[in-house]
Structures are given as C-alpha cells and as structure tokens.
C-alpha cells in the first residue's frame, strides 16, 4: 500500500509519523536521508506523483558553516523531501522548460513549508528564506 499524502493530510499524517525517514550513513553531500516506503504526493495543483522507497536526498542544501542557523533537517524536511525530489527528476521540465520547472518545484516547496512549518512569525521567516536561496542558488544544482 502507497501512502497518500496531499496539503490537507500532511500534518495529521507526520505527526502521527506516518511519513518514515532515516538518517542514511555514511553521510554524503549528496544523501542526508533516504525515505523508508513509497508516498504519493498530490501536489498544490493536484499533479500527482510517487517518490519511491529508497529516495536519498541531502534535505535543506544550506552550507554545514550554518547549520546552526538553517539546519538541514527540522519542521520542514517533507518540504526539501520534496523538493529535492522534483529538482532530481527535473519535474516537468520537459513540459515547460528548465526556468518554469525549478521555479515550480520551489514554489511547492515554499507552499508545503507554509502548510507544515507554521508555528509563528519565525517560522514564516525562515520558510521564505529558504525559499529565496533555492531561487537564488538552486540553479547551478537544478542543472547538474
């Protein structure tokens, strides 16, 4: 059985850690974490897609120097778990273009975080600036 997950479900089901995520070892920069069964999202639009048991992503790609600032783990790890995901199959981008698929697949990321990792003004605040760096910085990552 595939979990579904969508914006209205997403809370309910992480905190009832339904979601399962596990620190991957050794830690790579490429691998932080590796996704313990299959998901299907539907996303913001109601595009549907299935992140496969097994995915490793690296979560929020902010420099180790800050990790005390901007972890690469915490309240919005669904959000670069998905992220990360759109970015390595380069959703879309066959469809609409390089600049239009990132630009989606941030702005998934930036509506999750919202949805998930809404505690306070703080919380906002980092979501956007975390959204900010995978617009200003996410290219270079996007294209490899």
Known sequence: MIL?????????????????????YPITK???????????IILS???ELIIPAGFTFNGSSSPR????LFPSYGDF???ATLHDYLYGIKFLRSQVGTYIAQK???DEMLIWSNIINRKNRLKL?????RYKAV???GKKQYLD
């Open 4 to 24: 579904e997950v969508t914006i209205h479900n997403v809370e309910s089901l992480l905190k009832l850690g339904e979601i399962k995520i596990a620190l991957v």
């Open 30 to 40: 490429e691998s932080h974490f590796k996704l313990l069964h299959d998901i299907k």
């Open 45 to 47: 639009d109601k595009r």
């Open 65 to 68: 120097g800050i990790w005390w």
């Open 77 to 79: 790890a669904f959000a």
């Open 104 to 106: 989606y697949a941030d």
């Open 125 to 129: 605040i980092d979501n956007y600036l």
């Open 135 to 137: 617009r200003w910085f």
